[in-house]
């Protein structure tokens, strides 16, 4: 069963630019959720869709937007880049909420 | 405020013996807890998990303890082998309508000695 699948795996933009990150979830899930990984903040929530639909989103602010499509892939935009959304994100889906999420190997994304 | 907690940054143990990682939580709404190994370039791998209305969990070497009164959790993995030194994350959620994402800790990097 192929796993989560993210893309790109890395990435580099400038300051100001924007930019899209795209989910391939494990077939059959219909939960995606997207995390930012930092090495001062660690792992933290993002936003997290079911059916198209964003259920919940993490404390960031309106730069970062989600959304997902009717088979269930999903993209993560970021507007107006600042150097400090370096990071690793890092996408997970799963069967439905309360089932474990299993996560893709993340883009990393480099702000120059 | 940091609402999952892994105070030991790292632990290192010896191959055979038993490996005992620790999470404290202060949100006492999380009732679904699980485990997940991280490799470096890698995401996180799904280990095992607990609900809140059980206090054990096991899968083959891993068992996952859950005290709710002391709102604390650890991760048994006996024996512990090489191919375990990996940085460990606890996480939490809690359920219901208006579920939030995963609150993970900052993680303890496990060395397994030969």
């Known amino acids: 069963k192929a796993g989560v699948t993210q893309t790109p795996r890395y990435l580099i933009k400038t300051r100001g630019q924007q930019v899209t990150l795209s989910c391939s979830p494990i077939?059959?899930?219909?939960?995606v959720s997207w995390y930012q990984q930092t090495p001062g903040q660690g792992l933290q929530f993002l936003f997290e869709?079911?059916?198209?639909?964003?259920?919940n989103k993490g404390n960031f602010p309106g730069r970062f937007s989600g959304r997902q499509f009717s088979n269930s892939r999903s993209e993560m935009n970021v507007s107006t880049l600042e150097l400090g959304d370096s990071a690793l994100y890092l996408c997970?889906?799963?069967?439905?909420?309360?089932?474990?999420?299993?996560f893709g190997d993340g883009t990393r994304l480099s702000i120059l | 405020d940091q609402q999952v907690k892994q105070n030991s940054p790292s632990l290192s143990v010896q191959e055979g013996r038993i490996s005992i990682l620790n999470c404290d939580y202060t949100?006492?709404?999380?009732?679904?807890f699980l485990w997940y190994k991280k490799y470096p370039a890698e995401g996180p791998t799904f280990l095992i998990s607990?609900?809140?209305?059980?206090d054990k969990n096991e899968d083959g070497r891993f068992t996952v303890f859950l005290n709710k009164s002391a709102k604390h959790l650890s991760l048994h993995i006996v024996p512990s082998q090489p191919g375990d030194s990996a940085v460990y994350f606890c996480?939490?959620?809690?359920?219901?309508?208006?579920?939030?994402?995963?609150?993970f800790g900052k993680g303890t990097h496990l060395i397994i000695q030969p």
């Open positions: 997970a889906s799963s069967a439905t909420w309360n089932q474990p999420q299993h």
């Open positions: 077939s059959g899930h219909r939960s």
């Open positions: 949100n006492s709404m999380f009732d679904y």
């Open positions: 996480a939490a959620r809690r359920s219901g309508g208006g579920a939030d994402g995963l609150t």
């Open positions: 607990i609900s809140s209305i059980k």
């Open positions: 869709y079911f059916s198209e639909t964003q259920r």
